[in-house]
């Protein structure tokens, strides 16, 4: 089919038309018609005024018509010429549709990293646990609401429980005194420096508690002097001597030697104490020994002075008959049998501070003792750490020996007994 180009707009219609489609101009007579405007030069190049300006719809129209009049008249079909441009045209098309697959995928990667960054910042397991979640904390508990101090520097440890236990939020303790009449660290440390009354504040998040404190100080004292724990230990605290004259020793040990504390007997008429803490029994009656250390009481020993009529016998002749009596170590009531040992020797292992009676217990009335006397085998004896009370009836250690034994005798009705003390 023929077409005609249009001089004002360019635009090309099939030659039976009498004006332009798109302008609506007339067809001029002058109009140069072409078999198929596809085939115009794509040499061309257009001058100012563009496209369709006057002046390059002629130019394109000569060019056209000349190339009309020398270029050989196709025999192609132009329905051919259709068919050779629809495979360039699907190539872009495939081409496009590839690019927009593309970047559809591309936007959909962008979405899920973005989607599950999102969730991994509300779940920490998605996450490996690394992002935190504040906890808030719901309530606190105190282990007191009211607290009484009655030394300046006495602490006292407020503990504190916050609900629920695995929350974020810090804990932080205050005081309004200033510091003048407590102090409080952040571990729930209350000090007490002075004299009043204040308030410990505990808050954790937006919970917070109170604690009322009271501080009564003794005038006079200062925290910084106060004495320092000093602690004694005694061999008994309750002591029962039997016999005028008779003597205990209290102190065992602590962290002061005996001379360092001052001893007081309450009743010096019933039993004194000596500056070495050694008891000794004056007459009939009870009291209480005290060890002190700076006007301190640190240990009381109750000490009971019940005397009793000993049955001694150390003549050669008169007496009960022996054989009916057992050879014991004697304390208070109780009394325990030895045998002889090491040649004779009745053997006993003695502390320090600690003393017995020997004697000769009835075998069928253990009330009935036979009190004997004793003295040092060896009187020339270097060892005094065992020694025979002055009356000869106790043997008591007093303080570590410097020999394995201490050996002593005494006799009864012609029998000599033999004592050997470790």
């Known amino acids: 089919m023929s077409k005609v180009i249009c001089d004002i707009c360019g635009t090309s219609y099939p030659d039976t038309a009498t004006q332009c489609p798109i302008c609506g101009c007339v067809r001029p007579a002058e ?5 198929d405007p596809a085939q115009e030069s794509s040499t061309y190049t257009y001058v100012k005024g563009g496209r369709f300006s006057k002046s390059n719809v002629r130019k394109r129209n000569q ?14 079909d132009p329905e051919n010429s259709e068919q050779s441009k629809a495979p360039a045209n699907n190539k872009r098309l495939g081409l496009i549709i590839v690019l927009i697959c593309l970047l559809l995928i591309v936007v959909s990667m962008f979405v899920y990293i973005g989607i599950t960054i999102a969730n991994s910042q509300k779940d920490p397991s998605q996450n490996g646990g690394n992002v935190s979640t504040d906890i808030p904390c719901t309530g606190l508990t105190l282990s007191s609401l ?7 520097g006495e602490v006292y440890k407020l503990e504190v429980t916050a609900a629920p236990a695995d929350t974020t939020d810090k804990l932080s303790f205050s005081e309004n ?11 729930g440390n209350v000090t007490c420096v002075g ?19 009271t501080c009564t100080i003794e005038e006079g004292v200062d925290p910084q002097e106060t004495d320092p724990e000093i602690s004694v230990r005694f061999f008994s605290y309750q002591v029962e001597l039997t016999f005028e004259k008779e003597r205990f020793t209290l102190y065992a040990t ?14 010096t008429a019933v039993a004194t104490v000596d500056n070495s803490g050694i008891v000794y029994a004056v007459s009939n009656g009870e009291t209480d020994i005290h060890a002190k250390y700076n006007d301190k009481i640190i240990a009381t020993c109750h000490v009971k002075c019940e ?54 217990v009835n075998n069928e009335d253990s009330s009935k003792i036979i009190y004997l006397e004793w003295e040092r085998v060896d009187p020339d004896d270097p060892d005094k750490s065992v020694s025979a009370s002055e009356d000869k009836l106790w043997i008591t250690r007093t303080e570590k020996g410097s020999s394995p034994y201490c050996q002593f005798k005494a006799t009864y009705n012609g029998t000599d007994y033999y004592l050997r003390i470790h």
């Open 31 to 35: 109009t140069v018609v072409v078999e």
């Open 63 to 76: 060019t056209a018509a000349a190339s009309a009049v020398s270029a050989p008249k196709s025999n192609s």
């Open 146 to 152: 009211d607290v009484t101090l009655t030394k300046a």
């Open 177 to 187: 005194s200033g510091g003048k009449v407590v102090t409080v660290d952040q571990n």
């Open 195 to 213: 004299d009043g009354k204040a308030v410990i504040t505990v808050i954790c998040g937006e919970q917070k508690k109170e604690c009322r404190v």
């Open 254 to 267: 602590g962290d002061v030697s005996a001379s360092e504390l001052t001893w007081v007997s309450e009743n």
């Open 307 to 360: 005397f009793k009529d000993l049955e001694v016998d150390n003549t050669q002749e008169g007496g009960e008959n022996a054989e009916n009596y057992t050879f014991c170590a004697i304390i208070g009531s109780y009394s325990n049998p030895l045998g002889q040992e090491w040649d004779g020797y009745y053997g006993v292992t003695l502390g320090v501070g600690e003393k017995f009676q020997f004697g000769l």
